[in-house]
């Protein structure tokens, strides 16, 4: 296990080639700018380090990149998030061509098309079946809910863990729960995809503990009306759940 190395120390690292697993946790630092803007310099680095990582021909690998205090635009910032533009595909590409088993994002800002890279973290690469993502993980990463679906092209996907942290607004006293309009329809056509049908895949809405009850409460709700729903579909109503960060 590799914990919390700045990613371009990683090139410079020589491990046997029989190498079962990888556990690698890439940690970003101070390498972005006062808008939250991955520097260019650190996204190259991001992308040797899983370069690294894939040379090595690593049969099994765990990766997490984090970063601290602010979610991570991507290189250029907002004018490089949307249709045509930079977004974080380049180091995200870099990883779904890794094939990793479990991925773990950390205080990223992911865009529509940053989850349409995510979606092909299988298909993009050669490995046995039993190889592809089986875990995902946005811990206090914002993303586009209604991108949600996508996910569900993941053929070996068995656990996604979803920031829900983003949805409640608001200065310390005023805070409030400001739902996604598209969450609840976005949410229902995951857990409800055929792809997911007889499959043991899970989902779960993860929230800071402390939050104030109240809004936790709201959260909580917001959740169990989602399971009713889903059992009205006929569709297991664990498949959606909700709980604190631990």
Not at 17 to 46: F, S, T
Not at 182 to 205: F, H, I, K, P, Q
Request: charged fraction near 20%.
């Amino acid at each position: 296990m590799l914990t919390r190395q700045p990613p371009e120390v990683l090139p410079a690292l020589r491990a046997a080639k029989a190498l079962a697993r990888w556990d690698v946790r890439l940690a970003l630092g101070r390498q972005y700018g006062e808008d939250g803007a991955l520097l260019p310099e650190a996204e190259v680095a991001l992308c040797r380090a899983v370069g690294v990582m894939r040379g090595m021909g690593v049969e099994k690998a765990a990766l997490r990149v984090s970063a601290a205090g602010i979610r991570i635009q991507p290189v250029g910032g907002q004018a490089e998030v949307g249709p045509g533009r930079r977004n974080h595909a380049p180091w995200l590409e870099a990883v779904a061509k890794l094939g990793v088993t479990r991925l773990t994002l950390q205080s990223i800002a992911l865009s529509h098309q940053d989850m349409d890279t995510l979606s092909r973290c299988s298909s993009l690469q050669l490995s046995p079946r039993e190889l592809h993502l089986q875990t995902l993980e946005l811990v206090c990463t914002s993303y586009p809910v209604s991108a949600l679906p996508r996910l569900a092209r993941l053929p070996s996907l068995g656990f996604l863990a979803l920031d829900c942290d983003f949805w409640v607004t608001g200065a310390e006293g005023a805070r409030r729960v400001c739902e996604p309009l598209e969450a609840r329809g976005a949410l229902l056509a995951l857990c409800s995809d055929d792809r997911w049908a007889g499959r043991s895949v899970y989902a779960t809405l993860y929230y800071i503990e402390g939050l104030d009850e109240a809004l936790a409460a709201q959260l909580r709700s917001i959740v169990a009306s989602l399971g009713d729903e889903l059992g009205r579909l006929g569709v297991d109503t664990h498949k959606l759940q909700i709980t604190t960060y631990g």
